[in-house]
């Protein structure tokens, strides 16, 4: 496979991904969601979907990175931790929205933390750059833990 077309795979992976995630869920987000308390600083709808495709680039574009240094046999670790928090990052959508069990969705979301910190660390190690773009996935990983908590807390009567 050449240069194009593994980046082009390493970033269309994750935003099918998260299609798939918001085909799954789309009724619930747009009638459910709507009805629950949510902080002031919450984004607003229009931005979720293109926050997490610019997510998820950074995230193809940094494991590619990683990739070009051995492949995947030479990359497995590293490779294998971020493919991790992809799981999690999958079920955490259906977790909230269609099971709305904000609680276990605040629990997954910070195993899915765990993964993308520990999949950074590596990256670092193989890549500096690569690393550097995980830091900002991080970064919105614990913007997104927060708000999912305060999402929690402030809707317990509802979930219930």
């Known amino acids: 496979m050449g240069q194009a077309a593994s980046l082009a795979l390493f970033i269309g992976v994750p935003i099918v991904q998260g299609m798939v ?3 799954l869920t789309g009724k619930d987000v747009k009638d459910w969601f709507p009805t629950l308390k949510k902080p002031k600083w919450t984004p607003p709808d229009w931005a979720i ?3 997490w495709s610019t997510f998820y680039t950074i995230t193809g574009v940094a494991s590619w990175l990683v990739l ?3 492949g995947y046999s030479a990359q497995a670790l590293p490779l294998g931790l971020c493919a991790a ?3 999690f990052n999958f079920a955490w959508t259906p977790i909230f929205f269609k099971a ?3 609680d276990i969705a605040f629990a997954d979301v910070l195993v899915m933390l765990g993964f993308t910190g520990l999949a950074t660390i590596e990256y670092f190690k193989v890549s500096p750059a690569a690393g550097g773009l995980m830091t900002s996935y991080v970064a919105w990983q614990c913007f997104v833990a927060a708000l999912n908590y305060r999402i929690w ?3 317990q009567k509802v979930e219930d």
């Open 68 to 70: 070009k240094h051995g």
């Open 153 to 155: 807390k402030d809707n």
């Open 85 to 87: 928090q992809y799981v």
């Open 21 to 23: 995630g918001g085909l």
């Open 100 to 102: 709305r069990r904000l």
């Open 49 to 51: 979907g293109p926050l």
